[in-house]
């Protein structure tokens, strides 16, 4: 039984592809002129942008080192150097790479990461991302500075959005210092009026995930958001969003889907799988299952971002995550996602090294198969870490589940 | 082989090659098993499907023309050329338990290297299933561990593990941890019997922490049918009688020839 699965790639995938490798020539070219900023994946990119800085994801080049599956040489390196192994391979992989000198940027021919002149973080995802910023903030004795946002929020209420705004507008002092340049509330506006485009696009792309058959699959989308993490706030993002929602828009009128012959819907619950996105993709065609949803794509949809408010809107767009909230408040927002996208089943990846996004250890499945009447399945595995992650098991799991929808 | 071959005779037949031994099983258009074999999965389950095929048809003079349909499952399903089909091994457990017992069931299938639970619901659907995690604990890996640190055939532990009269804990999860305390015991002169019930014990609690039974307990895998008193150990753990699937290590080659058969029809 030989499989004869195929991806099928999107022709802006190549747009894509330059749109990140000019973000990343621009990083790490030595004769920028800008200043460098580190900042968390859902931390204050917009404030950073508009105050002129570069601005660097390290966990966006955490799952290039687990895509590439460097990462799995890596980690041991900073487990050696004192990073356990249970905390954040995303942190271990990257700081690994520091300690190797090794980066998958090498590939695309250029320098490992920049090194920063500021580090930002945001601990709505976390506490790890502090841990490693303050690992590069002591190695080159730059300032390590953060918003510390409180986790598991129910109700999204005054009393933090004014704290975390008064947070992030506490952090312009020191930007300052670090840029040379004054505040400008005019061109912060204006980042945050880009960055709400983007997040609209962005927004559009996933939904079109809506449509039976879905034309895009989450693992696509794993790929797709590139622009969105990191180039939210810049125009390169939106442009390139609109050629790809045109380009969906085409398989949807074409009734193209993602995946051939689609027979069931799945929802993806927690961290991607870096290093078998591909196997795992393959499998799911010839199970002919599209995985529809996740919050995990959606992580980086910022809808209540609103230039008229900046400090505030940017305080509720990263407060309201599904990430940093309660149980209460997800298994409603899964709730929704489960009915807009006409989803079947659940599956919940247990990522061993980020139990911050992973849902499976508090009874949400059970609670919520009860609520939905949606089966799930639930796998161990991690999202850099594959020392963690059993390729049989993950296959018969997802298999077996399949097999059950089939019965439903 | 029970019964006359006749002309008019179908057979189906079902092989599951898990992680440590292949199984197969042909049952007739009644779907009675009716020829069984087992060996050692090895490291070519191919040509360890076709040789189980070839010497149990020659040995229950089987006509293998008449086997109609066959299905794979388990760990090589995707290896065996001959198959028609294939189905998880958690599904196979499902059709071959409820087979048996025609009501709302649990199953547990304890195998070589993995436990299964799977909740099938009064008409034999499945409502949920989960696997261990990737770890011996709790499989019949750790048990063979233990028997190896105490110098025992497992063939023997079943009988000896009844025999105890004093319960010792194994406290750990990891079986490695868990056959250094039994090093520790050994030491301290504990008996062998309580030693073996409380491996016995460490693979009933690392089963009741894995999910819950509800309807009937059905026990499936090799595990079991070597030692049924850990089955009643699991059963008395959960407050219910366990129930030994027949010939419960063919269970999922035996599921696996009733999805040939359904797929015949
Ligand atoms: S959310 Fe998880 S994966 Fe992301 S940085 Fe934190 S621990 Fe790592």
């Known amino acids: ?408 | 082989m029970t019964g006359e071959q006749t002309d008019t005779m179908q057979y189906y037949c079902g092989i599951d090659i898990g992680a440590s031994s292949a199984k197969l099983a042909i049952i007739d258009s009644d779907h009675q098993l009716v020829a069984k074999a087992i060996g050692r999965s090895g490291i070519d389950y191919a040509k360890t499907a076709e040789q189980l095929l070839t010497e149990l048809v020659e040995k229950e003079s089987i006509d293998r023309s008449k086997i109609v349909k066959s299905f794979s499952t388990g760990y090589g399903r995707d290896n065996v050329p001959w198959a028609d089909g294939k189905m998880t091994e958690i599904a196979c457990h499902g059709k071959g338990a409820f087979f048996h017992f025609k009501e709302r069931m649990t199953i547990i299938d304890i195998g070589a290297q993995d436990s299964k639970v799977i909740h099938l619901n009064e008409t034999g659907k499945r409502d949920n299933f989960k696997m261990n995690r990737k770890c011996a604990a709790g499989t019949g890996a750790f048990i063979e561990e233990i028997a190896y640190r105490l110098a025992l055939d497992v063939s023997e532990l079943n009988a000896l593990a009844e025999k105890s009269t004093n319960e010792v804990s194994l406290g750990s999860f990891c079986t490695v941890f868990a056959a250094t305390e039994v090093l520790a015991k050994i030491r301290a002169g504990v008996d062998v019997t309580d030693i073996v019930r409380g491996a016995f014990n460490s693979v009933v609690k690392r089963i009741v922490e894995m999910d819950r039974v509800e309807g009937m307990l059905v026990m499936t895998g090799g595990v079991v049918a070597n030692n049924p008193f850990l089955a009643k150990l699991i059963g008395l753990a959960f407050g219910t009688e366990a129930h030994i699937a027949p010939n419960a290590q063919y269970n999922g080659a035996f599921g696996a020839a009733l999805f040939a058969a359904e797929q015949a029809r």
């Open chain 1, 1 to 408: 039984m030989t499989s004869s699965a195929e991806l099928k790639d999107f022709e802006a995938s190549k747009t894509m592809r330059n749109v990140m490798g000019q973000y990343f020539k621009e990083l790490t070219d030595p004769a920028r002129p800008k200043k460098i900023a580190w900042c968390t994946s859902v931390g204050p990119a917009e404030l950073l942008r508009g105050m002129g800085f570069e601005v660097y994801f390290p966990e966006n080049h955490g799952a290039m080192l687990g895509a590439t599956r460097m990462a799995t040489d890596l980690i041991p390196l900073a487990n050696a150097h004192g990073f356990s192994p249970d905390i954040c391979s995303y942190l271990t992989s990257d700081i690994g790479s520091y300690l190797k000198g090794e980066s998958p940027l090498n590939k695309m021919k250029l320098p490992g990461p920049p090194k920063a002149d500021v580090l930002v973080y945001n601990t709505n995802q976390c506490r790890d991302v502090k841990d490693w910023f303050e690992f590069y903030g002591r190695e080159w004795n730059v300032p390590c500075i953060g918003v510390h946002t409180p986790r598991a929020i129910g109700d999204v209420s005054d009393t933090i959005l004014t704290d975390v705004a008064n947070q992030i507008e506490a952090l312009i002092p020191t930007l300052e210092e670090v840029s040379g340049q004054k505040f400008d509330m005019d061109k912060f506006k204006e980042v945050i009026a880009l960055s709400k485009q983007c997040t609209v696009l962005w927004k559009g792309v996933l939904d079109a995930a809506a449509n039976v058959p879905s034309p895009i699959s989450f693992f696509d989308g794993t790929i797709q958001m590139g622009p969105a993490v990191v180039l939210r706030g810049a125009q390169s993002a939106i442009d390139y969003y609109e050629i790809l929602l045109a380009e969906l828009n085409d398989r949807i009128k074409n009734g193209i889907g993602a995946v051939e012959g689609e027979k069931y819907r799945i929802h993806w619950e927690g961290m991607p799988i870096w290093g078998k996105l591909k196997s795992l993709a393959l499998q799911f065609i010839e199970l002919q299952t599209a995985v529809v949803s996740s919050t995990y794509c959606n992580s980086w949809v910022f809808e209540a971002l609103d230039p008229t408010e900046p400090f505030k809107s940017m305080a509720r767009a990263y407060c309201e995550l599904f990430i940093c909230r309660s149980d209460e408040p997800k298994e409603a927002y899964l709730e929704r996602m489960i009915e807009k996208y006409k989803v079947d089943g659940v599956f919940y990846h247990n990522a061993k090294t980020c139990p911050n996004n992973s849902n499976s250890s508090y009874n949400m499945p059970q609670r919520m198969q009860k609520k939905t009447g949606k089966p799930y399945v639930i796998v161990d595995g991690d999202l850099n870490d594959l020392r963690l992650y059993s390729e049989e098991q993950t296959r018969t799991n997802i298999e077996a589940f399949v097999e059950q929808l089939s019965q439903s």
